[in-house]
């Protein structure tokens, strides 16, 4: 049975997903006010440059429930800011507030904060519970987490294969995917920030690597050539500020990403089709979890994680 915690982090988790294409390049954030057992103000990180969640959340409060706040818990699902960035420190409004208690998800690793809007609430005598729902927090914020803490893209690689482990047919490109697959896959486009394919795919398919079956901003396209080693272009797309990457070249290019341990997803699609020759499909590596599945039509989508901390 979850906490009255938990139950208000989850809130905090639903509102903060809405960030998902406008927050970037900033974490998705949901702040949730309590006061005597009732929602009494919320709010998510809408767009980068614009109100937090915490302001968001405060600024949604009536007039008539203002006097509340002196007795509110405020729950947050990553740690209010405590600099001067696009906008003034959320722990700086939060204490002027008078809250009570805040709960908060989890740290923000981002340098410049770090445990200090931590801090700067336990200084004014707020009280504050740290990591309610600490795990899916970080797995919201995955991309955001891996480039502050692994100063390189949340890398995902995906591939499509026909149900006995090809990847083409006989060497020349097959359509795998479905109209509802397709989707899935275009959707996943526009919530990322670049994708790459290598030199042998781009001369021999020409891909759009757009995001015509779903909507939203069209991702950052990249080629692998031969002549540009991994390290320095997971370095360069971190120095540009990429913080997620989608790998949908060919057998070669998934291979060296899997290679050099760079990678944080797969995403593997089986087709109801098979072909009698062709390029195989890349092995799946040992330190693989499966975290989610989806079925459409006969094809199965399998999404697994990188059995490494976020």
């Not at 979850?2 to 989850?10: A, I, K, V």
């Not at 997903?17 to 809408?46: K, S």
């Not at 939060?94 to 998800?105: A, D, E, L, Y």
């Not at 991994?230 to 998934?254: A, F, K, M, N």
Request: net charge neutral.
């Amino acid at each position: 049975m979850q906490t009255t915690d938990e139950r208000y982090m989850r809130r905090c988790l639903q509102l903060a997903a809405n960030g998902i294409q406008g927050a970037r390049p900033n974490p998705m954030v949901g702040a949730v006010i309590v006061a005597r057992d009732r929602i009494i103000g919320e709010g998510y990180h809408v767009r980068c440059g614009q109100g937090h969640a915490e302001v968001n959340a405060f600024a949604s409060v009536r007039a008539d429930d203002e006097p509340l706040l002196r007795e509110a818990t405020m729950y947050v699902s990553l740690e209010p800011c405590a600099h001067y960035g696009k906008t003034p420190p959320c722990a700086d409004l939060i204490v002027s507030k008078g809250v009570r208690r805040v709960v908060v998800g989890c740290e923000d690793p981002f340098a410049k904060v770090q445990g200090r809007g931590i801090q700067r609430l336990r200084q004014a005598g707020i009280d504050v519970t740290v990591g309610v729902l600490e795990e899916e927090c970080r797995w919201l914020n995955r991309r955001f987490f891996t480039y502050h803490s692994k100063h390189r893209p949340y890398i995902i690689l995906k591939w499509a294969q026909t149900a006995n482990g090809f990847i083409d047919d006989h060497g020349q490109p097959l359509a795998i995917s479905n109209e509802e697959t397709l989707m899935v896959s275009h959707r996943l486009r526009a919530e990322e920030d670049a994708i790459l394919v290598g030199h042998t795919t781009d001369i021999r398919e020409h891909p759009q690597l757009t995001v015509r079956h779903w909507h939203g901003p069209d991702p950052k396209r990249v080629v692998l050539t031969r002549h540009r080693p991994l390290p320095q272009l997971v370095d360069d797309l971190y120095s540009h500020g990429i913080q997620s990457l989608i790998v949908e070249g060919g057998r070669q290019t998934h291979e060296s990403f899997l290679a050099a341990g760079l990678w944080d997803e797969l995403r593997v699609e089986t087709a109801p089709l098979t072909v009698t020759d062709g390029t195989r499909a890349p092995q799946l590596p040992a330190d693989v979890n499966l975290y989610n599945q989806l079925s459409a039509d006969g094809h199965t989508v399998c999404c697994y994680r990188h059995c490494t901390d976020i």
